[in-house]
């Protein structure tokens, strides 16, 4: 009976002893700051982030939250994380190798984390703000507007809408796949496809703040230091960075046998989703409906012509024109049927 | 058991996607002024279930609204006229609507006044001055149009959502409305929707508002047109509320 006494004694002082060398706070169980934690969603952004840092100019060339916040912004709360043990696992969020002699910091923002944001822009308020049509040698609307021949302008390539402010033509090959439908399975086996696109199929996306802060950084709300005004507070992701199309073989930058280019009409178009959306997260479908293609592409070789070849063999033909063969395969959709 | 049959009956109704029907609308934005067409580019317009008596309360609204024209709100917010003939001239309504060259900022007293206070500002970068000008401007002059003109459609529209709003382009110059729910009355295959502006539209020197009826059904697109109305006449299905635009004469903002 002392034995066992002493026994269940020992474990308790040593439980007691250990326990003291456990991490104290939350901040020590983990190696990365979470904007989700209750206490961090009660700060206001701007108590912790500066805008812009006093590093902006060397690492982003305008002024722009280009660092962590400082030691101040975390002490008034974590100043006992500061001390526990060696190399704090509460240091480790910022620092790459926190020692007293030298800390590092991880380059700002740490690409290899999850995204704790989403960012919300309403496309629908800034055509409204936007929206402009660059004029140029006399009307370029009558210049456009073009049905079987095509013809377009001598100079670069149009830019109606202002939309290419944010998104221009593709100079590097971004990552891209096919966006197959979801919840449906292939008629049939899927056929190989070699397809490849090129840079210029693609129109770039605004990435960081240098294209909002052009007319955002202060003045026009959302300003920079209203970060709440774009970004919310999201469950954690991996931003993939992969362009996925339905129409993977749909070029922005085709041209036809004269070298002209062939989609030179604006932008909204075929886009015709975009004016009215204020998030696009809340697209359920592709932003170009198919009968937006199908106000050109309604000749032979198109889409009649496939759904016959589909009608007559549907397990053995894929649609090819604009799918590739990861697409082509689905079952043909009620919108193309009802072209 | 018959509890039960009821309640898988429930089940599948709450599961089984209804087939909705839908439809698409395409509001034709070319319209004739005294025999002279006209292309409404890149303009909003709305689109509302039910027709000209369902929005009556709507368009009572609409036609007791006073919006301020583009020329005279910047007219009084004193707003140069260098600054007024740059909007102008390419049918802007805000300093965003297109590229301020260098040229521009040395003309317009007001991009240049912006321009001097971004050097300063952003000394350490002086392109950034040209490159953010609109920062530098006053707010009036800024989104001030905008945000009048966005509490003022916020004011007629009192609560009513639009079921949903498109803009026209610029090149086939039509606002194309898909994916709008159709459920026509028994007996019917359409049913009727109302399509407005709400905000007008500056032609030459008058303003004008439409709100027209447009029979929409699954089956078959929808083309709307927008009649201009000889004076004194009706447009059929249609209200137009044609105004004069007042005009910045240096006294201030007047009828002509």
Redesign the interface.
Same mark, same amino acid.
């Given at each position: 009976m002392r034995i066992r006494t002493a026994i269940v004694i020992t474990v308790f002082i040593a439980a007691a002893i250990a326990a003291n060398f456990l991490p104290r706070s939350a901040a020590q169980q983990r190696d990365r700051f979470s904007h989700a934690s209750a206490a961090h969603k009660k700060l206001d952004c701007s108590s912790c982030h500066k805008v812009p840092t006093s590093n902006w100019l060397p690492a982003r060339g305008f002024p722009d939250v280009a660092q962590f916040p400082g030691h101040v912004a975390c002490a008034s709360c974590h100043r006992q994380d500061f001390f526990v043990g060696n190399k704090p696992a509460f240091c480790a969020g910022c620092h790459t190798n926190a020692t007293p002699r030298s800390a590092p910091l991880f380059p700002f923002p740490v690409r290899s984390r999850s995204h704790e944001f989403a960012i919300v822009f309403p496309h629908s308020v800034h055509q409204d703000i936007i929206a402009g049509e660059q004029r140029r040698r006399g009307d370029v609307a009558v210049a456009h507007f073009v049905n079987a021949s095509f013809r377009t302008l001598p100079d670069d390539e149009p830019k109606f809408n202002n939309c290419a402010i944010c998104h221009a033509t593709a100079t590097a090959l971004p990552k891209f796949a096919a966006r197959p439908p979801v919840g449906q399975t292939p008629v049939g086996e899927a056929a190989g496809d070699n397809f490849a696109p090129t840079a210029r199929f693609f129109k770039t996306m605004p990435s960081g703040h240098a294209t909002c802060f052009e007319c955002h950084y202060q003045g026009l709300e959302p300003v920079a230091t209203n970060c709440a005004g774009c970004h919310r507070l999201t469950p954690p992701y991996f931003e993939s960075g992969v362009v996925k199309r339905y129409s993977l073989k749909f070029d922005h930058s085709a041209v036809n046998d004269k070298g002209d280019l062939v989609h030179t009409r604006d932008c909204m178009t075929c886009h015709v989703r975009i004016s009215g959306n204020g998030d696009l997260k809340t697209l359920k479908d592709a932003d170009v409906p198919i009968m937006a293609c199908m106000s050109c592409h309604n000749h032979a070789a198109d889409l009649k012509t496939e759904l016959d070849k589909r009608a007559e063999a549907p397990k053995a033909f894929q649609c090819n024109y604009c799918h590739t063969a990861a697409v082509g395969g689905f079952p043909v959709p009620p919108s193309h049927e009802k072209q | 058991m018959l509890l039960l049959r009821l309640t898988i009956l429930l089940f599948l109704l709450a599961v089984i996607p209804v087939d909705a029907q839908t439809g698409?609308l395409e509001v034709n934005g070319r319209i004739k002024v005294d025999g002279k067409q006209e292309?409404l580019?890149?303009k909003?317009f709305y689109l509302f279930r039910g027709g000209l008596a369902a929005n009556k309360a709507l368009i009572d609204r609409m036609r007791a609204a006073e919006f301020v024209s583009r020329d005279c709100f910047y007219c009084r917010m004193n707003a140069s006229p260098e600054f007024r003939a740059w909007l102008k001239a390419?049918d802007?309504?805000?300093p965003?609507? =297109?590229?301020i060259t260098a040229e521009d900022a040395a003309k317009v007293p007001e991009f240049k006044a912006a321009l001097a206070k971004g050097q300063r500002q952003?000394a350490?970068?002086p392109t +950034?001055a040209t490159?953010?000008l609109?920062?530098? +401007?006053a707010?009036e002059l =800024?989104?001030g149009f905008?945000l009048q003109r966005k509490k003022a459609i916020d004011g007629l529209l009192a609560g009513v959502k639009p079921l949903?709003?498109?803009?026209t382009?610029?090149?086939?110059?039509?606002?194309?409305f898909?994916?709008i729910p159709v459920a026509p009355p028994a007996g019917k295959t359409s049913e009727t929707f109302l399509v407005s502006n709400l905000a007008p539209f500056e032609i030459g020197s008058k303003s004008y508002v439409w709100a027209c009826e447009v029979e929409i059904s699954a089956d078959k =697109?929808a083309v709307r047109s927008l009649p201009v109305p000889e004076p004194g006449k009706r447009a059929d299905k249609c209200e137009v509320f044609v105004r004069d635009i007042p005009a910045c004469d240096g006294q201030g903002c007047t009828v002509k």
């Amino acid at each position: 009976m002392r034995i066992r006494t002493a026994i269940v004694i020992t474990v308790f002082i040593a439980a007691a002893i250990a326990a003291n060398f456990l991490p104290r706070s939350a901040a020590q169980q983990r190696d990365r700051f979470s904007h989700a934690s209750a206490a961090h969603k009660k700060l206001d952004c701007s108590s912790c982030h500066k805008v812009p840092t006093s590093n902006w100019l060397p690492a982003r060339g305008f002024p722009d939250v280009a660092q962590f916040p400082g030691h101040v912004a975390c002490a008034s709360c974590h100043r006992q994380d500061f001390f526990v043990g060696n190399k704090p696992a509460f240091c480790a969020g910022c620092h790459t190798n926190a020692t007293p002699r030298s800390a590092p910091l991880f380059p700002f923002p740490v690409r290899s984390r999850s995204h704790e944001f989403a960012i919300v822009f309403p496309h629908s308020v800034h055509q409204d703000i936007i929206a402009g049509e660059q004029r140029r040698r006399g009307d370029v609307a009558v210049a456009h507007f073009v049905n079987a021949s095509f013809r377009t302008l001598p100079d670069d390539e149009p830019k109606f809408n202002n939309c290419a402010i944010c998104h221009a033509t593709a100079t590097a090959l971004p990552k891209f796949a096919a966006r197959p439908p979801v919840g449906q399975t292939p008629v049939g086996e899927a056929a190989g496809d070699n397809f490849a696109p090129t840079a210029r199929f693609f129109k770039t996306m605004p990435s960081g703040h240098a294209t909002c802060f052009e007319c955002h950084y202060q003045g026009l709300e959302p300003v920079a230091t209203n970060c709440a005004g774009c970004h919310r507070l999201t469950p954690p992701y991996f931003e993939s960075g992969v362009v996925k199309r339905y129409s993977l073989k749909f070029d922005h930058s085709a041209v036809n046998d004269k070298g002209d280019l062939v989609h030179t009409r604006d932008c909204m178009t075929c886009h015709v989703r975009i004016s009215g959306n204020g998030d696009l997260k809340t697209l359920k479908d592709a932003d170009v409906p198919i009968m937006a293609c199908m106000s050109c592409h309604n000749h032979a070789a198109d889409l009649k012509t496939e759904l016959d070849k589909r009608a007559e063999a549907p397990k053995a033909f894929q649609c090819n024109y604009c799918h590739t063969a990861a697409v082509g395969g689905f079952p043909v959709p009620p919108s193309h049927e009802k072209q | 058991m018959l509890l039960l049959r009821l309640t898988i009956l429930l089940f599948l109704l709450a599961v089984i996607p209804v087939d909705a029907q839908t439809g698409v609308l395409e509001v034709n934005g070319r319209i004739k002024v005294d025999g002279k067409q006209e292309r409404l580019k890149r303009k909003r317009f709305y689109l509302f279930r039910g027709g000209l008596a369902a929005n009556k309360a709507l368009i009572d609204r609409m036609r007791a609204a006073e919006f301020v024209s583009r020329d005279c709100f910047y007219c009084r917010m004193n707003a140069s006229p260098e600054f007024r003939a740059w909007l102008k001239a390419e049918d802007c309504e805000s300093p965003f609507c =297109r590229e301020i060259t260098a040229e521009d900022a040395a003309k317009v007293p007001e991009f240049k006044a912006a321009l001097a206070k971004g050097q300063r500002q952003f000394a350490k970068k002086p392109t +950034l001055a040209t490159g953010w000008l609109t920062t530098n +401007l006053a707010p009036e002059l =800024r989104d001030g149009f905008y945000l009048q003109r966005k509490k003022a459609i916020d004011g007629l529209l009192a609560g009513v959502k639009p079921l949903q709003t498109g803009m026209t382009d610029s090149v086939s110059i039509k606002a194309i409305f898909i994916d709008i729910p159709v459920a026509p009355p028994a007996g019917k295959t359409s049913e009727t929707f109302l399509v407005s502006n709400l905000a007008p539209f500056e032609i030459g020197s008058k303003s004008y508002v439409w709100a027209c009826e447009v029979e929409i059904s699954a089956d078959k =697109r929808a083309v709307r047109s927008l009649p201009v109305p000889e004076p004194g006449k009706r447009a059929d299905k249609c209200e137009v509320f044609v105004r004069d635009i007042p005009a910045c004469d240096g006294q201030g903002c007047t009828v002509k």
